[in-house]
C-alpha cells in the first residue's frame, strides 16, 4: 500500500499586485512535487476581499467607487475608501454612508442570484468607508424615510422625529445579511463613554459638548431604528454601521472569518498536515493582518502547524508561537512576485520533508 502523501493547505491572503487565490496558488507550486495541496483565498476588507469571495469561477465587477462578486447564493458589494461621501474639512464626525448606500442598491437592483435562490447571503463590506452617521445614510439610500435628511451626517438627527425602515427590511426579506467589520470591532459599542463618537473625539481632542451633542444625536436616531440594537456589541463597528445592519435583522462577521467559512476552511484544516499562508507584512504591529490572526485562532484549535510567508518578517519566534504561528519565513528574492512564492514555498517543501 503506498505511503500517504502529506497534506498542505495553502491559504493566503493577497500579496502585492496578486490576488488572495492567485498568491496561494504560486505557494502550492511550490509544494506540489512533495505533497497533496488545496487553495483557498482569503482577505479582511477591500477589493482583496470582493475577489477572494469571487475566485476561482464567479463573478466580479468592479465600479468607480467600490465592486462587487457575485456566486450562486452570495452577493457581496464594498465601497472604495475614495468613494465616501464629502465631510465638513474641520469636523470628523460628521462623515455619511450615503455612497455606501447607493452602491448596495445598484447592486441589489442588478443581482438575479437574489431572486435565484432561496435563502441568498448578502454580505457588505463595511471596512473601507470613513463615516460617522450609525448607518442613516446607508439605510436612506435604500428607502428609509425619515422627517429629516439621512445623508447629511448626525446634525439633523437632534431633530428627528419618525424614522421609518419597513421598505429596507422589506429588501432584505429571506437573506442573510452580513456585514463584514474591520478586525477587533465586533464588541465596538455605538454610544456613551466607548461609544464611537467619545472614542473619536477623545483621540482628536474634540470638545466636551460637540462629543455630547453628536452621542445624543446618535442616540435620537438610533431609539428610532431599533432601540434593541442602540447598545449591542459591534454596533460601534465602522463608525455604526454595524448597528445599521444590526438594525435590519442582519449579523456581523470579519471579512477573514467570512471568507474562511465560505471556501470551507475547517474542513480543510481537518485533513491538512501544513498550513501556508502569505501576507505584505509579517512584524510585531500588523501581525499579519486579520487573515493570519483568523488562521492562528482556527490552526490552533484544530492542531495543525501554522507557517506564514512575507516579504517583511519582523516577529521573533516567541512571538510567532504566543500569537500561534509555528513559524515565519521572509520570501525569495526577485522581482517577479509568482516566481518569489513558488520558489519560497519549494524551500519550504524541502525543509517540512524530514519531519513527514
Do not use: K, N
Not at 504591529?285 to 506564514?308: D, I, K, N, Q, Y
Amino acid at each position: 500500500m503506498a505511503e500517504r502523501r502529506p497534506r498542505v493547505l495553502l491559504a493566503s491572503a493577497g500579496v502585492a499586485e496578486l490576488t488572495p487565490r492567485a498568491a496561494a496558488v504560486a505557494l502550492a507550486r511550490g509544494f506540489r512535487d512533495a505533497a497533496e495541496v488545496a487553495v483557498i483565498g482569503l482577505a479582511e476588507g477591500g477589493r482583496a476581499l470582493g475577489q477572494a469571495l469571487a475566485e476561482p469561477d464567479g463573478e466580479w465587477e468592479t465600479l468607480r467607487t467600490g465592486w462587487l462578486a457575485r456566486r450562486p447564493g452570495l452577493l457581496a458589494v464594498g465601497a472604495d475608501a475614495s468613494g465616501g461621501e464629502d465631510r465638513a474639512p474641520d469636523d470628523p464626525l460628521t462623515g455619511s454612508s450615503a455612497a455606501l448606500g447607493r452602491l448596495v442598491a445598484y447592486a441589489l437592483q442588478t443581482d438575479q442570484a437574489l431572486h435565484a435562490e432561496r435563502t441568498p447571503t448578502v454580505a457588505i463590506d463595511l471596512t473601507e468607508l470613513d463615516v460617522h452617521d450609525a448607518g442613516a445614510g446607508l439605510l436612506g439610500a435604500l428607502g428609509a424615510c425619515a422627517d429629516v435628511a439621512l445623508d447629511a451626517g448626525t446634525a439633523p438627527f437632534a431633530a428627528i422625529g419618525r424614522l421609518e425602515l419597513d421598505a429596507v427590511r422589506a429588501r432584505f426579506a429571506g437573506c442573510d445579511l452580513v456585514g463584514l467589520v474591520p478586525p477587533g470591532e465586533l464588541e465596538d459599542q455605538l454610544l456613551g463613554l466607548r461609544g464611537i463618537t467619545s472614542r473619536r473625539g477623545r483621540a482628536l481632542g474634540t470638545p466636551a459638548e460637540r462629543m455630547l451633542a453628536v452621542d445624543a444625536a446618535l442616540e435620537r436616531f438610533a431609539g428610532l431604528a431599533s432601540p434593541d440594537h442602540a447598545r449591542a456589541p459591534g454596533a460601534g463597528a465602522a463608525g455604526g454601521l454595524g448597528f445599521a445592519v444590526l438594525a435590519l435583522g442582519g449579523r456581523l462577521a470579519t471579512g477573514a472569518a467570512f471568507c474562511a467559512d465560505r471556501a470551507g476552511l475547517d474542513r480543510g484544516l481537518a485533513a491538512a498536515d501544513l498550513v501556508v499562508t502569505a501576507c505584505d507584512s509579517f512584524d510585531f504591529g500588523s501581525r499579519g493582518g486579520g487573515v493570519v490572526t483568523e488562521l492562528a485562532r482556527r490552526c490552533e484549535a484544530a492542531e495543525t502547524p501554522l507557517v506564514v510567508v512575507s516579504p517583511l518578517v519582523g516577529m521573533s519566534g516567541r512571538e510567532m508561537r504566543v500569537m500561534g504561528v509555528e513559524s515565519g519565513h521572509p520570501l525569495e528574492p526577485g522581482a517577479d512576485t509568482t516566481a518569489a512564492l513558488t520558489a519560497t514555498g519549494r524551500r519550504l517543501a524541502s525543509g517540512w520533508a524530514s519531519r513527514w
